[in-house]
């Protein structure tokens, strides 16, 4: 599809109607096939000729519904998911497919499966280690996938569909890396807030559409002149997945910029490409297991400790140098067992680095965004002191 | 300061039988032989509980300290909040599972420490192991985070995570077409853990012992299921506040002779107790099922409480994770390799509902599992505790009640919560009028039956 408004202004349109394109090309008789997580395979649901579209929360809508069949102990933004999934703003899914991300994801399948009832549902038992064995495993919950997703499109995913559907992808996530990059420069080329617009946009539609709506993006910030003006602190923020922007918005209007992030959406999932191999599962599946750095996936020790966390949060220090991050924010959920458990570990690793930390725990509900605030205004002005 | 909190009193709860009775002593000394065989320049492992690897450290004469087992310790001494405080203070949010905050909390502090134990230390307390065996599975977030979690205070100490998947139950698949990745899988895992307990504790296995060990889990397995089997009695000899004493044979003495002999003289009681209609009550009103969660460990007097309302457990879905082997679709006997056995054996366990739960459409094996304890051990209600700190055993039990009204029947339920061990969260007045509550709607469902 060609992209005839402004790539922010569409951005804007697919934020505020988060979902509208998906319910357009439902009308025109495309399979909608929702997921939640970022590791849901995209690239087999391309594939097979469905839209994968990402099941977004609402930081901003009370959560009513979803209590009658799910508890309150789960990570509230799947909470928040399922919420609006049961109050039909995604009445246009003909698929669900929730991988082995973490327990809250996890333990729900069944849950979001029964009480939805779509015509398609799936779960992708993702292993935990990253290890040569558990690749081999994961290769076959994919063949799994793959073949169960076949028989719904009523054709065999071909090596060859599923090749250009990586190539499509590998693609798109170049397009984030390169908008992501325009972060690099100081004061950025585009703010935290509109990248994470951005990310948020494109979520929610085909990824044909999100390479030319990204193209459009970039086109439009790159010729920014890089204003001088007051330094701001420039900021890291380090969490599961921020399918929101609010937050960023709140640090920068308190006088930063988000300049980098290990979050989802964001470098997370956009940064490692799945590599092009003889058999197409292979590069999917080393993509997905070993080359995304969630706390959800157990990376085997094989040296020291300190080389250890190098491993594990090696890539965080890359950011940090690469984006010249002032200060990071780990933002966690409440009840989020894999990055929680992090904490202690990743805040000590980055603060080794010299970089000032502040750790928030958040439950995902505007209803916290005063006290946010205060926290990180408290740490900007750390951060301006230094 | 932490420190100088002292644990409230500790009610003493009633057991109705004097297996269950036996069940203290046993934890204590199995607690104390801990220090003991590291003293000895035994190794020893932090363990977790139903990880397919009691025979494999067993064979190779590793020790396990069970991390699960000593948080619960604290917690039912009523001795958990300031180690849950310490890792608070380590900014491990709160909301976090608390056995695994109660365990970094004490870690942490007992390396503070120099390696001495924190003062007063429940039982002895948890001494510093030599490797840490995680678990990444369907099953339990924390079981591959805890221990990673936990080098960050003892780095020169190695963890391995043990995955041990099963396949899920979809309609548009029967699992028996993915069976066989899953047992290569598994058996690929725990051949890794073998090599790394070899590597970190210069242990040798003894595969003749392993085969050894595993018969006698198979054994203990059978054993097990008979006895529980016998709790289908009216009146029932024996309540769910005991099996969550006999969980700890179940859960930290498999593959051992220790915990055969245990079940065999449950089994014997139960026997006697049946033969004399000697029930956990004198006068059985109410017939409940403890359809999921993890107790309060720290408010176990609540079944006394259950008890002395007229209503008792028969049984429960928590900590009963064994099968009758003979009733698997699976010959044993052809298999050879003891790790394949296993892998088999955890395989079949958890897909042994699903053949069946394809005859009931809108089913799950969940809910299939529910209805066969609510007829086999006529059931009048089922009471389930949501734990606010654990996602694992406790999210997915109001979808499990909901389904379970709509395609088998309206049968009162109770969902009660609370926590495992963090106190705080719990409500003894509340809790108590619940529980009337749902003796009260009980009665009149009785009632109205005639």
Same mark, same amino acid.
């Not at chain 2, 269950?20 to 003293?39: D, E, I």
């Not at chain 2, 780095?155 to 990745?181: A, I, K, M, S």
């Not at chain 2, 769910?240 to 079940?263: C, E, H, I, K, R």
């Given at each position: *599809? ?266 997370? @999932? ?15 599946? @080393? ?100 | *300061? ?70 619960? %310790? ?172 006999? *969980? ?35 006068? @059985? ?44 679709? %699976? ?120």
């Amino acid at each position: *599809m060609k992209v005839e408004a402004g790539g922010m202004a569409l951005v804007d349109k697919y934020c505020q109607d988060y979902g509208s394109r998906a319910r357009e090309l439902k009308g025109q008789g495309r399979k909608i096939i929702g997921g939640l997580c970022a590791y849901v395979p995209v690239e087999i649901i391309t594939a097979a000729g469905f839209v994968p579209f990402r099941i977004k929360g609402s930081v901003s809508e009370p959560i009513t519904r979803a209590d009658v069949e799910m508890e309150t102990i789960v990570c509230p933004l799947v909470r928040s998911c399922f919420d609006l999934a049961v109050k039909g703003r995604y009445e246009f899914l003909d698929g669900l497919v929730i991988p082995h991300a973490c327990d809250s994801i996890c333990r729900t399948y069944d849950v979001w499966k029964y009480t939805l009832g779509l015509p398609y549902s799936h779960f992708i038992n993702m292993p935990h280690s990253d290890n040569d064995t558990s690749l081999e495993f994961y290769k076959t919950v994919l063949n799994t996938f793959r073949k169960s997703l076949g028989k719904f499109a009523g054709r065999e995913i071909s090596d060859d569909s599923l090749l250009q559907a990586i190539k499509q992808h590998n693609e798109n996530r170049a397009r984030v890396r390169q908008l992501a990059g325009l972060r690099r420069s100081d004061p950025p080329l585009i703010s935290g807030e509109e990248l994470a617009r951005a990310l948020i946009a494109i979520m929610s539609i085909p990824v044909e559409e999100s390479i030319s709506l990204l193209g459009d993006v970039i086109a439009e910030v790159k010729p920014r002149a890089s204003a001088t003006g007051v330094e701001k602190p420039r900021i890291m923020v380090v969490g599961a997945q921020l399918d929101d922007d609010t937050f960023i918005r709140l640090i920068e209007d308190s006088g930063a910029w988000v300049v980098a992030d290990d979050l989802c959406p964001g470098t997370r @999932e956009f940064w490692p490409d799945a590599d092009i191999t003889a058999d197409p599962i292979d590069g999917l599946a @080393e993509r997905y297991l070993q080359k995304i750095k969630c706390a959800r996936t157990y990376r085997e020790q094989k040296g020291t400790y300190p080389e250890y966390l190098e491993e594990r949060f090696g890539h965080i220090g890359g950011f940090i140098r690469d984006f010249a991050v002032d200060g990071v924010i780990l933002y966690i959920y409440k009840y989020c067992d894999p990055f929680g458990f992090e904490v202690p570990a990743v805040k000590s690793y980055i603060e080794s680095l010299g970089t000032p930390v502040l750790y928030l725990e958040d439950e995902y509900s505007k209803s916290t965004i005063g006290r946010l605030r205060t926290r990180v205004q408290a740490f900007l002005e750390l951060l301006g002191a230094k | *300061m932490t420190e100088e909190k002292k644990p409230e009193e500790r009610k003493k709860r009633r057991t109705a039988t004097e297996a269950a009775g036996r069940v203290g002593s046993m934890t204590k000394a199995m607690l104390a032989n801990v220090p003991q065989a590291k003293g000895e320049g035994r190794p020893i492992a932090y363990s977790f509980i139903c990880c397919c690897y009691d025979e494999i450290i067993r064979a190779m004469d590793i020790t396990p300290h069970w991390v699960e087992n000593y948080a619960g %310790i604290c917690g039912a001494k009523r001795d958990a909040q300031r180690f849950l405080e310490r890792a608070e203070a380590e900014n491990l949010s709160r909301s976090l599972c608390t056995y695994a905050l109660c365990g970094l909390g004490f870690d942490a502090w007992r390396e503070e420490l120099g390696g001495e134990m924190p003062p007063d230390a429940p039982w002895g307390g948890q001494v510093k192991p030599d490797v840490m065996l995680g678990s990444g599975q369907m099953l339990c977030d924390p079981r591959n985070k805890w221990f990673q979690a936990a080098q960050h205070y003892m780095p020169d100490v190695p963890t391995y995570d043990l995955n041990l998947p099963w396949p899920p139950y979809e309609e548009d698949y029967d699992y028996r077409e993915v069976q066989d990745d899953y047992v290569k899988y598994m058996v690929a895992q725990l051949r890794g853990l073998v090599e790394f307990l070899e590597r970190h504790t210069n242990r040798k296995m003894d595969w003749d012992r392993l085969s050894e060990l595993v018969d006698l889990t198979d054994r203990t397995w059978n054993l097990v299921h008979e006895a529980y089997e016998l709790r289908r009695a009216v009146p029932t000899p024996m309540g769910t506040g005991d099996a969550m004493n006999t *969980m700890v044979p179940l859960s930290f003495m498999m593959g051992t002779q220790q915990g055969y002999d245990f079940f065999k003289e449950l089994y014997d009681e139960l026997q006697q107790k049946i033969a004399r209609k000697e029930g956990v009550i004198p006068d @059985e009103k109410y017939r409940l099922l403890w359809g999921g969660g993890l107790p309060s460990w720290f408010a176990l007097t609540d079944f006394n409480y259950f008890n002395s309302k007229g209503a008792v457990f028969p049984a429960e879905t928590t900590y009963r994770m064994v099968e009758a082997l003979y009733n698997f679709d %699976i010959d044993f006997a052809r298999i050879t390799d003891p790790l394949e056995h296993i892998a088999w054996r955890w395989l079949k366990f958890w897909t042994c509902r699903y053949d069946k739960t394809r005859q009931r459409p809108g089913s799950h094996p969940d809910v299939e599992r529910l209805i066969d304890y609510i007829e086999d051990y006529q059931i009048d209600g089922v009471v389930m505790h949501e734990a606010f700190s654990c996602r694992s055993w406790h999210v997915g039990l109001i979808w499990q009640l909901n389904l379970l009204k709509k395609i088998y029947r309206d049968i009162p339920s109770l969902v009660l919560e609370s926590d495992i061990i963090d106190i705080s969260s719990y409500n003894e007045a509340d809790t108590r009028a619940r529980i009337d509550a749902f003796i009260d709607t009980l009665e009149a469902v009785k009632s109205r039956a005639g």
